[in-house]
Every structure is written in structure tokens, then in C-alpha cells.
């Protein structure tokens, strides 16, 4: 079959037409793709952040913020933690409030949590297991509340804790074995408590230890202060900081800083603590036994005497240290050793003196003999010339 020639600019023009639209057609349809493609993101990040504000969804009345993980609940006059706290948190702030109870459950769900503060509250009493699941902490503030002591297990869970703060509470002692637990901890504030004495065996397993605060407390500077002294020094030898520990009794040390009474004047400690060991020693025996009153002969006689005690040591009386004693006694030492000193130089002046002297006279006496060798023999001779005569 023969197409005309005049037919095929007809069929070229439509055959540009049929091009033209499916070009179209793509264009079309490609727009519509892009179109729901960017729909789609737009979607999807919609949900993300959603989904980011439902995982972090902030306590009502607290302020928080989701880039570094932080709720804070601070000055909102609340008496109790909200139970809402987003279980990735990482920083909780919950100062001057009433807090005056911590659940045990409490931070059960927190387990990231890296920095607790809870200063400036009402806390009297923390629970032995309230921080058991805080594995992560770094962080512990506690200061200001009206704690009053503190179980020997309750930081046996936060082996990561740098930096713990239970200044300005009612601690009177210190429990020993608190501190097992924490070797990464640097940073320690005891100050403004009601702590007399400290144990030393409670802060040596503080091995990375770098700043002790415990000022303002009513320290008693006696034998019981003894070895953590001993602890100090040894403590501040390594480039430890620590600030004053200012003695309250006894009354001679009132005010001086414990680190600067020496250690001279505990020398009365050691002996006690010989004479207690040497009591636990006679304990060992049978045991003792007090005697009785012997009954007077007439009743306008004397009262009736008691018989010492057999075996029984008596108790020795805690004598506070006496600063005066241990000056006058540093002051008797120095003034002997000083005359000891004067009576050995004077008795080694004397010896060089008398040696000279004698080895002089043994020099003069050895010029002297042989000069009486010769008049001797002058006297023999002429005493000969005389008998022949």
C-alpha cells in the first residue's frame, strides 16, 4: 500500500503531537512524585518529633530541656518528686522545695541519671536502698536538709559518684564503711555538721581524693582525733586540699587548727592505749571480785572500811591534752640538752687543754735527762780523783 506524499506532514504533525503530550504526561507525573516524597519527610519528621516529645515529656510546673537531658523542678515550694520524669534524664534539679520523705521507689525508673541536686529541702532521713538504681551518678548534692545520719550502705550502688555534698545537716558521726564503695569520688563537703571526731579507716578507701571540706563542726581534739590526724597529713602530703579543722575543747586548743598541734602532744594517748591493752590482758584471768565492808565492833566506832578490790585495775581517768604540760615539758627538754650540750663542750676544752699541757711537759722532760746524765757523771769522776788523792 502507497501512502500519498501529501499525507505525511499530517502524520508528522501528529505523530509531535502524541510526542509532546507524553512529555507532558512525564512532567506531570514526575512533579506529583517530588510532591509526595516531600509530603512524605514532612510526615515522618512530624512523627519523630512527636514521638521525641511523648519520650521526654516534661513534669507540668518544671522546666526542662530536651538537648542536654535536664528537669528542672527547682523553688516550686512541691513536698513531693512528680512520678512523670522522663526515664532518659540525665540531670534533675529539684532545690528549695519541702521535700521531707524520699520513697524508696523513687528513682527506680532513672537509671541514666548523672546529676542529682536536692539541696535546700527537708530531708531527715534517707532510705538504705533510695539510690540503689542510680548507677550513672556522678553528681550528689544534699546540702541543707536536717539529715542526721546515714546508713553504712546507702552509696553501695554509685561506684561512678564524684562529687557528693551533705555540708550544713545534723551528722554526728560518720559511719564507717560509707565510703567502700566510691573510688572514682574527688570532691567531699562535711562542713557545718555536728561532728566531734572522724574515723580514719572511713576515708581510706577514698583513694582519688582531691578536695575535704570540714570546717564549722564542734571538733574535740583528743585521743579519738588521733589517727585521723595521722590521716591528714598523709592526705595533704599527697596534694590533698582540705580546709581548717578548728579544735572546740579542750579549752587550751580552742580555736588552733588541728593540723598544727603536734603530734608530741598525743604522746599520752599511746600510753593509755598501753595501759588499756594491759587491762584486756589481766581481764583474762579469774574474775574479779570486790571486797566487802567489815561491820565496826560498836556502833560510836569509825565506819566501816572497805577492802580494796582483788584483780580489779582501776579505771583509768580520760585526761583532756594539756597544752601548758607539753610546753613546759619541750621546755625542761631544751633547757637539759642545752646544759648537757655546754658540759660536753666544756669537758672536751678541758681534755685538749690537759693533753697539750702533758705532752709540753714530757717534751720538757725528755730536753731535761740528758743534761742530768752529765752532771752525774762530773760527780762520779771527781769523787775517783779525790780517793786516789
Not at 120 to 126: E, M
Not at 212 to 236: A, I
Amino acid at each position: 500500500m502507497v501512502f500519498p506524499l501529501s499525507l505525511l506532514p499530517s502524520i508528522q504533525e501528529g505523530r509531535a503531537r502524541e510526542g509532546g503530550t507524553c512529555c507532558q504526561s512525564l512532567i506531570v507525573r514526575g512533579e506529583f512524585m517530588v510532591f509526595g516524597f516531600l509530603i512524605r519527610l514532612m510526615l515522618g519528621c512530624w512523627l519523630s518529633l512527636c514521638a521525641a516529645e511523648s519520650f521526654f515529656a516534661c513534669p507540668s510546673s518544671c522546666k526542662c530541656n530536651s538537648g542536654n537531658l535536664e528537669v528542672d523542678c527547682s523553688g516550686l515550694g512541691l513536698s513531693s518528686i512528680p512520678s512523670d520524669i522522663p526515664t532518659n534524664t540525665r540531670t534533675f534539679l529539684f532545690l528549695n522545695n519541702k521535700l521531707s520523705i524520699l520513697p524508696g521507689p523513687v528513682f527506680s525508673n532513672l537509671s541514666a541519671l548523672q546529676r542529682l541536686d536536692l539541696s535546700n529541702n527537708f530531708l531527715d532521713q534517707l532510705p538504705q536502698n533510695i539510690f540503689s538504681d542510680l548507677g550513672n551518678l556522678t553528681e550528689l548534692q544534699l546540702r541543707n536538709n536536717s539529715i542526721r545520719a546515714l546508713d553504712k550502705d546507702l552509696l553501695q550502688h554509685t561506684a561512678l559518684l564524684r562529687q557528693l555534698d551533705l555540708s550544713i545537716n545534723g551528722l554526728a558521726q560518720i559511719p564507717s564503711g560509707i565510703f567502700d564503695d566510691l573510688p572514682a569520688l574527688r570532691s567531699l563537703s562535711l562542713r557545718s555538721n555536728r561532728l566531734q571526731s572522724l574515723d580514719r579507716v572511713t576515708f581510706e578507701p577514698l583513694t582519688s581524693l582531691q578536695q575535704l571540706q570540714v570546717g564549722d563542726n564542734p571538733w574535740e581534739c583528743d585521743c579519738n582525733l588521733r589517727d585521723f590526724k595521722h590521716w591528714m597529713e598523709w592526705f595533704s602530703y599527697r596534694g590533698g586540699e582540705i580546709d581548717q579543722l578548728a579544735c572546740t575543747l579542750p579549752k587550751e586548743l580552742k580555736g588552733k587548727d588541728m593540723r598544727m598541734v603536734p603530734m608530741e602532744m598525743f604522746n599520752y594517748c599511746s600510753q593509755l592505749d598501753d595501759e588499756n591493752s594491759s587491762t584486756v590482758l589481766d581481764n583474762t584471768g579469774p574474775p574479779c571480785t570486790k571486797g566487802s565492808p567489815t561491820p565496826s565492833k560498836s556502833k560510836s566506832g569509825p565506819e566501816p572500811e572497805v577492802e580494796p578490790s582483788v584483780g580489779c585495775p582501776q579505771k583509768q581517768r580520760y585526761r583532756p591534752v594539756s597544752v601548758r604540760r607539753a610546753i613546759g615539758t619541750v621546755i625542761i627538754a631544751g633547757v637539759v640538752c642545752g646544759i648537757v650540750c655546754i658540759m660536753m663542750v666544756v669537758a672536751a676544752a678541758y681534755g685538749c687543754i690537759y693533753a697539750s699541757l702533758m705532752a709540753k711537759y714530757h717534751r720538757e722532760l725528755k730536753k731535761r735527762q740528758p743534761l742530768m746524765g752529765d752532771t752525774e757523771g762530773e760527780h762520779e769522776e771527781q769523787k775517783q780523783i779525790s780517793s786516789v788523792a
